[in-house]
């Protein structure tokens, strides 16, 4: 059986559940991290059985797949060096902190002509995957709302916390760090939008500095409006998603993660049992894990892959919108695909 060699760029948080999946992928050979923190690499090394790497550079040279999982600020400059030598590569949401960027990495990506792999695991959820099961086959009717709703607070001291987070030069705040998950689910169900009206703001977490909660609607090319109600600095957590159609409702909350509810005028709600997004008793994010192993045996057996560069960037371009609209309160048009 063919096997992989993949060099994991970046230990923290989101790297811990990377390492965990690819670890114990049976098509991965070898597992090798690095990150600017020694240290820091060394400890999630350890913890699932993994090498480090001295440089970047020795890590790229040495792996099939560069595997990035650092802030999003950096993630160009990775791209670029992999892109350099030829490497395939997968790189987690979001695609990259501003809209130029992103067009960057696609640009280099395209011209190098590897592998690309984007790192939207919510698509692998199977609640999200039934709904848009679901509206596809004409369940709902005409779709005419995608909505999204999440609300948490970002503790100072949660291990989420890291210093690149609260400044929107580097995060581009909530709706880029955070948002881009419920952007590409509102695009994923209703097409991608081509209009955004926002209100923001910045009062809380690190005023002025961060903007940590925002309202969005907009219009969808499928003809659905959207609605997107996302905050980092709310006490009280809650986590839905849905859709609205000429003929009934989706709605689908994290407290109940594992069932999505179906309403329908006049009947009585159908229940559709998903399996959840998170195991029940050891908390694994399955969607990581779905996701990395489709990336690994993708790459191995070829085919295409379900989310594309163009899927990132049109994410980024959303939320940037959307950005652009909350500073100057007037109705902004994302960049389109090509």
């Known amino acids: 059986m063919p096997k992989l060699t993949i060099g994991l760029v970046g230990a923290g948080l989101v790297s811990g559940d990377h390492a965990a999946s690819l670890s114990l992928i049976r098509e991965v050979s070898q597992l090798t991290i690095y990150d600017v923190a020694p240290d820091r690499a060394r400890a999630l090394a350890a913890k699932h059985g993994a090498g480090t790497a001295p440089s970047l550079d020795v890590l790229i040279d040495t792996c099939d797949l560069v595997w990035i999982a650092t802030p999003p600020a950096f993630h160009k400059p990775v791209v670029a060096a992999a892109c350099k030598r030829g490497k395939a590569i997968f790189c987690e949401k979001p695609l990259a902190h501003t809209a130029a960027d992103a067009r960057a990495i696609a640009r280099l990506v395209k011209a190098a002509g590897v592998p690309f792999f984007m790192g939207h695991s919510g698509r692998w959820g199977k609640p999200f995957q039934d709904m848009i099961r679901l509206v596809a086959k004409g369940t709902l009717g005409e779709p005419t709302l995608v909505w999204s709703t999440r609300l948490g607070y970002l503790e100072q001291s ?75 600095a709310d006490p009280r957590y809650t986590w839905q998603r849905g859709v609205t159609g000429t003929e009934g409702s989706l709605f689908w909350c994290d407290s109940d993660y594992a069932d999505i509810m179906h309403y329908r005028p006049g009947k009585a709600p159908r229940i559709v049992k998903s399996g959840g997004w998170q195991h029940p008793k050891t908390g694994e994010n399955r969607s990581i894990r779905e996701q990395d192993r489709s990336v690994v045996r993708t790459l191995i057996n070829g085919g295409s892959f379900p989310i594309t560069i163009d899927d990132g960037l049109a994410a980024i371009e959303t939320a940037t919108a959307i950005y652009r609209s909350t500073a100057s309160g007037r109705t902004i048009k994302p960049r389109q695909r090509r």
């Open 158 to 232: 949660s291990p989420a916390a890291a210093p690149w987070r609260f400044t929107d030069a580097d995060s581009g705040g909530v709706i880029v760090e955070l948002g881009v998950h419920e952007i590409d689910f509102i695009q994923w169900a209703g097409g991608d939008w081509q209009s955004a009206t926002a209100l923001g703001t910045s009062k809380i977490l690190a005023p002025g500095k961060y903007q940590d909660s925002v309202v969005a609607v907009g219009q969808l090319a499928g003809g659905a409006a959207a609605q997107l109600n996302l905050s980092w």
